[in-house]
């Protein structure tokens, strides 16, 4: 029996693991409303690193396996005829620095091993340490994506709207859901939260050439980009997605005060919802009412960038399992 896949949602996450999926062979179709800049990920800052996602038990080595997967990106280690045509993944090396207003800060122990150090001389703020991590241009990123997967036989369906899973066509035996916050509706899961981020985009700051980031309230973070720099940010339990216009100067202030310069102007504003799971991402093969497969992948809050690869991959296992198991 040929297995069609059929993927839920095409942030980060219905993506990559679209990639994966058509790389394999499967003949693979991303169903979402919106592509591209419209989705959440287009919002994002897209820094790699852990955050507002849980269990980190899982989390982490989710998150490793992505970081290892950007890093080949970064050197161009194709290892397809396909892959190597695509030379602009829009992923960087960028030395991020975290920091800490309320006291000492602690370096995870997983960090450690990837070279991160403590910052001895920190203005500002109280502590910090310092850290290399991938950096992903979600202006180019996304794209960079959606082509790769086309490429490799994928379909994107736009401007679709399913009330439920099994909206899905009947061809597809196999559906993977990536729908992030969607997911609250899709599945009726009354466990995703709307974790509200607004950013202002910028032009280039002059010697910005690391990520300055600050977790604690009120969240602030400076990121600089292939062609702009992102500021931000706010992290509240909503589901508006108009912009405030009084969070805007706020966060460019406070941005600009911390990198010791004089407020730019704001090209842009943009607001997405993380999808915060408050019983940990959801990553599962589970059964539509129809009999059918389906796999969740939702609920990485503030990580979908940092977890997509080591999710997709786990996905990838999940379903691989399941039709081993259909073709005995």
Request: glycine share 8%; charged share 20%; proline share 5%.
């Amino acid at each position: 029996m040929e297995h069609r896949v059929a993927i839920v949602g095409a942030g980060v996450s219905g993506l990559t693991c679209g990639v994966l999926f058509a790389e394999h062979g499967y003949r693979t179709a991303i169903f979402a409303k919106e592509t591209g800049q419209q989705t959440t990920s287009g919002a994002a800052a897209a820094l790699w690193f852990p955050y507002d996602a849980e269990p980190a038990e899982k989390v982490i080595p989710w998150a490793l396996h992505t970081y290892k997967v950007l890093v080949d990106l970064i050197w161009h280690r194709a290892d397809s005829p396909r892959r190597a045509k695509i030379l602009h993944s829009g992923v960087s090396m960028i030395e991020l620095r975290q920091f800490s207003r309320t006291g000492e800060i602690q370096i995870p122990d997983w960090a450690i091993p990837l070279g991160a150090c403590v910052i001895p001389t920190v203005t500002t703020f109280k502590s910090g340490f310092r850290l290399n991590v991938p950096l992903m241009d979600t202006t180019i990123y996304l794209d960079y994506l959606a082509n790769r997967f086309i490429q490799a036989g994928g379909e994107v369906n736009a401007d679709v709207n399913l009330e439920k899973l099994e909206d899905v066509g009947p061809a597809f035996n196999l559906v993977i859901n990536c729908a992030g916050i969607g997911a609250r509706e899709l599945v009726q899961d009354i466990d995703l939260e709307p974790h509200r981020g607004q950013v202002a985009i910028v032009p280039k700051v002059d010697n910005l050439s690391c990520a300055i980031v600050c977790d604690d309230p009120p969240l602030m973070y400076a990121i600089p980009r292939t062609h702009d720099c992102v500021f931000g940010g706010t992290n509240e339990i909503s589901d508006n997605l108009d912009v405030d216009a009084a969070a805007t100067p706020r966060i460019i202030d406070q941005c600009s005060c911390v990198l010791k310069i004089e407020n730019p102007l704001a090209l842009a504003e943009r607001v997405g919802l993380r999808p915060f799971r408050k019983s940990g991402v959801r990553l599962e093969r589970d059964r539509l009412r129809d009999g059918r497969t389906v796999i969740h992948n939702y609920g990485h809050g503030g990580s979908g960038f940092t977890l997509s690869w080591g999710c997709a991959e786990k996905v990838f296992q999940i379903a691989h399992s399941a039709t081993a198991l259909q073709r005995r």
